[in-house]
T-cell receptor, first 114, second 108 residues
Framework: EAQVTQNPRYLITVTGKKLTVTCSQN?????MSWYRQDPGLGLRQIYY???????DKGDVPEGYKVSRKEKRNFPLILESPSPNQTSLYFC?????????????FGEGSRLTVL | LAKTTQPISMDSYEGQEVNITCSHN???????ITWYQQFPSQGPRFIIQ???TKVTNEVASLFIPADRKSSTLSLPRVSLSDTAVYYC?????????FGTGTLLAVQP
């Protein structure tokens, strides 16, 4: 089954404790991206990756890091989480290049930073 | 980058046709317009995509006027299960800008 898998689905942590949210896709997609969703603000892009070792900032990259060492994985790293990073996070993937096809989203990771 | 504007919410009744309009600010010549549906606690799901005129699939139609400054998602004969947030997305390459979405509430 084609899917995007995120882990963990739920996480409560404390300020300053580094954490990683993993994202993996099994569709051989070149393009992957991360979003955060907050009430009243919709979906905002954090980072995206056009291919292995190619990443770039989205609209709200501050406080986040990403890496793309393998095509299927695109982890989101919060080096020093703060309460304003409490949010619902989604990973998504799509075929690459100038393809305009659909984005496939994961089920989301709800993060709470105390 | 194409910034989009949608109504925050809409109400409808079962069996009615619902039209949700999105305005695209600064949409580029090569940008496509894509709509997604999102249920609570789930990731958004692709509904339909178009470039100009009209596109129809098994769940919706998408109308895009000649100037491409707006688009309208049309859902025929909605049911309670169509209650969700609908996002309009302008652009389709790297930086993707979602609007704040339209919450469609379908009542019996």
């Amino acid at each position: 089954e084609a899917q995007v898998t995120q882990n963990p689905r739920y996480l409560i942590t404390v300020t300053g404790k580094k954490l990683t949210v993993t994202c993996s896709q099994n569709m051989n997609h070149e393009y992957m991206s991360w979003y955060r969703q907050d009430p009243g603000l919709g979906l905002r892009q954090i980072y995206y990756s056009m291919n292995v070792e190619v990443t770039d900032k989205g609209d709200v990259p501050e406080g986040y890091k990403v890496s793309r060492k393998e095509k299927r994985n695109f982890p989101l790293i919060l080096e020093s989480p703060s309460p304003n990073q409490t949010s619902l996070y989604f990973c998504a993937s799509r075929r690459g290049g100038l393809d305009t096809g659909e984005l496939f989203f994961g089920e989301g990771s709800r993060l709470t930073v105390l | 980058l194409a910034k989009t504007t949608q109504p925050i919410s809409m109400d409808s009744y079962e069996g009615q046709e619902v039209n949700i309009t999105c305005s695209h600010n600064n949409i580029a010549t090569n940008d496509y317009i894509t709509w997604y549906q999102q249920f609570p606690s789930q990731g958004p799901r692709f509904i339909i995509q178009g470039y100009k005129t009209k596109v129809t699939n098994e769940v919706a139609s998408l109308f895009i006027p000649a100037d491409r400054k707006s688009s309208t998602l049309s859902l025929p004969r909605v049911s309670l299960s169509d209650t969700a947030v609908y996002y309009c997305l302008g652009g389709a390459t790297n930086k993707l800008i979602f609007g704040t979405g339209t919450l469609l509430a379908v009542q019996p």
